[in-house]
């Protein structure tokens, strides 16, 4: 969870697991890309009370940032951009779909029609501390793409930027 925060604000530790859970994975390509894991959900819910308004989100993986999107009254429209036709076909029946519009585009390439008030990104897969530079570049092309966005959450760091 590189640092994130649960709801209590304590740092995650990992301890030995005493019984096996079940956990959900998304494979893309052969690569786990989303699991839908007790630290990952309280993560994804820590992200989501941040934002209010209009959220843009990169990426629907298993749809836990709609979820806890869903469960804060003060985020009022979300906009999800995901790439695989597949992943829209699968997960978007499964996610709360009031307020909920899912676009089929690369989040690289799309020009959302709107301005949102928080903008989300979870596309990160791999080491986190490998992908720092990967990071920066990123957050200096989305504060210029979305001025708007008063909120700009990157999963994975337990960074936002002003």
Request: charged residues 15%.
């Given at each position: 969870m590189y640092g994130v925060p649960a709801p209590n604000?304590?740092?995650y530790k990992y301890y030995r697991i005493m019984k096996p859970i079940t956990v959900t994975a998304l494979e893309i390509e052969n690569k786990t890309v989303m699991v839908d894991d007790i630290p990952h959900y309280l993560g994804m819910l820590?992200?989501?009370?941040?934002?209010?308004g209009s959220v843009l989100v990169a990426g629907?993986?298993?749809?836990?940032?709609?979820h806890t999107l869903a469960q804060n009254?003060?985020?009022?429209r979300i906009v999800v951009v995901e790439?695989?036709?597949d992943v829209i076909d699968l997960i978007g029946p499964l996610v709360p779909s009031h307020n909920l519009e899912i676009v089929h585009a690369d989040w690289y390439k799309c020009n959302p029609d709107f301005r949102p008030d928080g903008v989300f990104y979870d596309l990160f897969v791999g080491d986190g501390y490998s992908l720092v530079g990967a990071f920066v570049r990123e957050m200096i092309t989305k504060r210029e793409r979305f001025p708007s966005a008063s909120i700009f959450r990157v999963h994975g760091f337990d960074i936002q930027v002003p």
């Open positions: 604000g304590v740092k820590n992200h989501a009370n941040y934002y209010s629907l993986g298993l749809g836990l940032i709609v009254p003060k985020a009022d790439r695989s036709q």
